[in-house]
């Protein structure tokens, strides 16, 4: 039985994916009558991705690894600046190539693998650790990453790149600078790389957790000893997970960055890491679907509160603290589940008949 | 030698108001196991309070500061009460994220009464500079009216969770919650005296930061929020002689750092050092082995 039905799940989840993106699409180009987007909505299709990959890679971590990690917002800028320094250096390097579609690849690879470079350098220490304490370093290394990039400055000469750790006075274009981050950014980000970046994310992310090695990494979730003693590797598939997450945190980082003109290191702070996990636990730890939903929802909420002003995020803060009080009380958690259980026990029914 | 004197001096001060604040978080993971990361800005609330009893109401300062540590304790309480009482056998990233929304909540609130300008923060403290070896070392009355705060809180606080019936319930909870109820400690007041500490401490800890860095913004406590944790785990979760050694040993750092190293590496090493202290010391400084059970 549950041969058949994982796949089919994962299907559901790609179908609805592409079916959302369908849509978009339809609405940009105005196909149906009156549903138009509105200006602000359609500049937030892009970070609308980056928010699901990241909370889909976060949820990697979090839920399948069963890792509270609070600095995914680092790797997130790790990426960002590796991309876009490559992007930017080939763009002043070889001005006279047109190739955008190159530059936005090679950027989300390199983006992508310096990510996956500095989940490799952390998760060594940090996978030492275990719970909160785990946590409090993740958030100390976001914080150190984030500093770090502040000193960090890069130029561009002839086709040279020139590199200095603090100190602001480089020849030729300046490409990082420094606390005043990367600046002139040319936009190469789309909606539809956003979307291809979306499920080249879930393929990944799904077919890893229902492969052999998703499998020992929730074993070790469940029970580290126990994982242990049956021959399963635990420092190598928790750094699995770790790394995996980190590299796409990597990549989502890098088209975020290319979507803007200017990028500071500040935009990738402790807040940011900690609204990607709101969105990974708000759409239920673990599940894959809903980290895209809450991601998505959670990032067109604050738009569509902007009719109530200055009010709007003090209604996002009531709004995330009475969804967890109800997600959590137990009268109203009972009533749910005697709601779904009848159309819970059908479905399980028909599964078995198939 | 006279100028490093200084910096340390410096180092300590700061320190001082880390560690108070980490009280708040060290007794509350102490009690609850949870990360309250709205704490940090209840100290955004009660220098807020002081502030406006200062500059609107003309109270005199040791009044303003009551009335800072008033405020601030009820609101911990309510906060208690209303937002993580409910979550007590939720899971603990629950309790995380709720703990972030009223973070959330307590900042946007500033932001609408108070306003995204930054405040200049009059000094509460009465006392002149102190100047020693010919004028050469320089320290300032908040300096001074810090460290011995810190001292003296310390000290109560020490005394009050060895000796009192109040704080050996603290620790009893702290210990073994349903072993402490079957004892007959209220373990719903028992928490909810924790939150009340905890945030009176944040509100004097407000109060000596913004006399120290006058610049007073609705994410004023977030930073040294997330610093006085950091110190609350350096020197191991729960324990307050950790939280007082965490705390001074974070500010030393990150002043001494600023100093000799970098102003922009200064959060950096103190976040290295943490991560140092952790791999040769899993539980912190002052924190007690877990042993696990197979």
Known sequence: MTKYKKPSRNFITYAAVILAFLICQLALSGMIDGFKMSRSLKGQLIPICVYIVMAVSLNLTVGISGELSLGHAGFMSVGAFSGILISQYLLHAFPEADLELVRLIVALGFGGLMAGVAGVLIGIPVLRLRGDYLAIVTLAFGEIIRNLINCIYFSVEGRGLNFSFLDPNLPGTMLINGPMGATGIKKLATFEAGFLLVMFTLIVVLNLINSRSGRAIMAIRDNRIAAESVGINVTKYRMLAFVVSAALAGMAGALYGLNYSTIQAVKFKFDTSILVLVFVVLGGIGNIRGSIIAATVLTVLPEMLRQFGTYRMLIYAVVLIVVMLASNNPTLSSMINSFTGKFRKNSEKEGDKA | ?294
């Open chain 2, 1 to 294: 030698m006279i100028q490093f004197l200084s910096y340390l001096l410096n180092g300590i001060s700061l320190g001082s108001v880390y560690a108070i604040i980490a009280l708040g978080y060290s007794m509350v993971y102490g009690i609850a196991k949870m990360l309250n990361f709205a704490h940090g800005d209840v100290i955004m609330i009660g220098a807020y309070m002081s502030f406006c009893a200062i500059q609107y109401w003309n109270l005199p300062p040791i009044l303003a500061i009551l009335l800072a540590i008033v405020v601030c304790t009820v609101l911990g309480i309510v906060i208690e009460r209303m937002a993580y009482k409910p979550l007590r056998k939720a899971t603990s990233l629950s309790v995380l994220i709720t703990a972030i929304g009223v973070s959330w909540f307590l900042q946007n609130i500033a932001l609408l009464i108070w306003g995204a300008n930054p405040k200049s923060y009059q000094s509460l403290v009465g006392f002149s500079a102190l100047t020693l070896f010919d004028g050469q070392l320089h320290i300032t009355g908040e300096s001074i009216v810090t460290i011995a705060a810190n001292i003296i809180i310390m000290i109560a606080l020490t005394l009050f969770t060895g000796k009192t019936k109040m704080g050996k319930a603290m620790r009893a909870v702290s210990e073994d919650k349903g072993a402490a109820e079957l004892m007959g400690i209220n373990v719903n007041a028992t928490i909810s005296m924790t939150f009340a500490i905890g945030s009176g401490l944040a509100a004097i800890a407000g109060v000596l930061l913004c006399s120290a860095y006058p610049v007073l913004m609705p994410t004023t406590g977030s930073m040294p929020g997330i610093k006085a944790f950091t110190a609350a785990v350096f020197g191991g979760i729960g324990s307050i002689p950790g939280a007082l050694i965490g705390g001074i040993l974070l500010g030393v750092i990150e002043i001494l750092g600023k100093a000799y190293v970098s102003t922009e590496l200064g959060d950096a090493l103190v976040f290295a050092v943490l991560i140092i202290v952790l791999l040769v010391k899993p539980t912190g400084l002052l924190g007690k082995k877990i042993h696990e059970k197979v």
